[in-house]
């Protein structure tokens, strides 16, 4: 019966070699390596493995940049549609899926007044240190992607729904 370090060194191989978009997609090419996982199990694997869900699939945390981050400049470009300032949160609207790696660039950036980071699958909330500072995050976000403050950008699922 493989074992779940087995299973880990299966997936790591398998989202190294690029190309797996989905949970779908790993569990069948698991099966055919003797793996049968449930999505529970799966979904704990890729979390215990700080695998990455970006514009290209599923990527290891640890081949993301050179130290491990993405560059913050690039992330944004391929995956913010919107940004909105409340109080002394700033929200990030992405893609579906796209939240976690924008968020492990956000804390990797270290930006002053920034104080870290919660993703979800689509949606990132960025705490600041002050109102003030939520504002000026979310000016430096919207110049970073030249997104005008009025008109968000939408990104829409293939299929047509957003």
């Known amino acids: 019966m493989p074992t779940k370090i087995s299973r880990h060194r299966a997936i790591s191989r398998l989202v190294g070699g690029g190309g797996i978009q989905n949970q779908a997609q790993l ?15 799966l979904s704990r694997d890729l979390t215990e493995l700080s695998v990455l869900k970006g514009t290209d699939g599923y990527v290891l945390a640890e081949s993301v940049g050179a ?10 470009r391929q995956c913010l549609a919107e940004v909105h300032a409340g109080g002394t949160i700033v929200v990030l609207k992405t893609a579906p899926g796209q939240a976690s790696v924008l968020a ?11 104080l870290g980071t919660i993703a ?7 705490a600041t240190a002050s109102d003030a500072r939520a504002r000026s995050v979310s000016n430096s976000f919207r110049k970073m992607i030249e997104l005008p403050t009025s008109t968000p950008r939408r990104l829409v699922r293939a299929g047509g729904h957003r």
Request: proline share 2%; with cysteine; hydrophobic share 45%.
């Open 104 to 114: 492990v660039a956000v804390d990797g950036a270290q930006l002053d007044g920034v």
């Open 27 to 41: 569990a069948t090419a698991l099966s055919h390596l003797g793996f049968e996982v449930t999505q529970a199990t």
């Open 67 to 76: 130290v491990g981050v993405p560059d913050l400049n690039h992330t944004m």
């Open 120 to 126: 979800g699958d689509d949606c990132i909330f960025v």
